[in-house]
């Protein structure tokens, strides 16, 4: 069982930054893929950032590649994600989310593949 819970969301003008929390409670036995997705009113859930929790392999979406950077603090069991030259179409609600596996390889494409998920955080940016 893994329990997630998101922080650190908020309001912020384009350009600014923001780091979102997440607190997460696992087996330490199991090796997980943990993940932040998002999605904005109208559209589509979207994955933005994964990462494995041996080994610290990250993936990101082209869309946040060279501005979000995901990870983790195990001692902490947190999974962060930091966020810099926020943009209007950042504004999002963001999840974090986890599923076992052997890999991130193919989960960011989808939510599907994840079965933990944190209850968002509202991240807006203004123009």
């Known amino acids: 069982q893994v329990q997630l819970v998101e922080s650190g969301g908020g309001s912020v003008q384009a350009g600014g930054s923001l780091r979102l929390s997440c607190a997460v409670s696992?087996?330490?036995?199991?090796?997980?893929?943990l993940g932040w997705f998002r999605q904005a009113p109208g559209k589509e859930r979207e994955g933005v950032a994964t990462?494995?929790?041996?080994?610290?392999?990250?993936n990101y979406a082209d869309s946040v590649k060279g501005r979000f950077t995901v990870s983790q603090d195990n001692a902490r069991n947190t999974l962060y994600l930091q966020m810099n030259s926020l943009k209007p179409g950042d504004t999002a609600l963001y999840y974090c989310?986890?599923?076992?596996?052997?890999?991130?390889?193919?989960?960011?494409?989808?939510?599907?593949?994840?079965?933990?998920w944190g209850q968002g955080t509202q991240v807006t940016v203004s123009s």
């Open positions: 989310a986890a599923v076992q596996a052997s890999s991130c390889a193919g989960l960011l494409g989808s939510g599907r593949f994840w079965n933990y």
């Open positions: 990462i494995y929790t041996s080994g610290d392999t990250t």
């Open positions: 696992r087996s330490t036995d199991k090796r997980y893929c």
